[in-house]
């Protein structure tokens, strides 16, 4: 098992509530936001003490970084949300009616464009909220 190395892994889910989807603004502070100094078993609380750590900084600086500027630009995620609604609009509308969901394809085109204004909005903020966390203010 290539994970079993002892090493910590960080797993994400519940990820509706990024991208946009459900109405979450492009300048929604989440590296702010999770700082929960008051609740010592919360993730927040783990990585705001690691920020202690010079190295570490220099870490989560490049890897975000990189994240931004390889896997997160508003070019790669047109593209991805352009193949999502190829390939499942039809089962997405089709669960839409067995579940009794008011949607249809101008519904679901007009939340792919948000989404899509989302990803074409966030680079920036995204950029200038980690130096504000890593800066401290």
């Given amino acids: 098992n290539p994970y079993a190395d002892g090493k910590w892994r960080f797993l994400f889910f519940d990820t509706e509530y990024s991208s946009g989807f459900s109405g979450t603004a492009a300048d929604y502070d989440y590296l702010a936001k999770m700082d929960r100094s008051d609740a010592p078993n919360c993730f927040g609380t783990l990585f705001y003490a690691l920020l202690g750590s010079d190295d570490f900084r220099a870490r989560f600086r490049a890897s975000y970084e990189a994240a931004l500027a390889q896997h997160f630009t508003a070019e790669r995620a047109s593209a991805r949300i352009d193949r999502c609604l190829e390939q499942l609009s039809a089962v997405y509308l089709d669960t839409a009616v067995r579940f009794g969901i008011d949607m249809n394809a101008e519904k679901l085109a007009d939340g792919a464009e948000g989404v ?17 966390c890593l800066s401290g203010e």
């Fill in 116 to 132: 899509r204004d989302f990803w074409n909005r966030r680079g920036a903020y995204a950029s200038a909220q980690m130096e504000a």
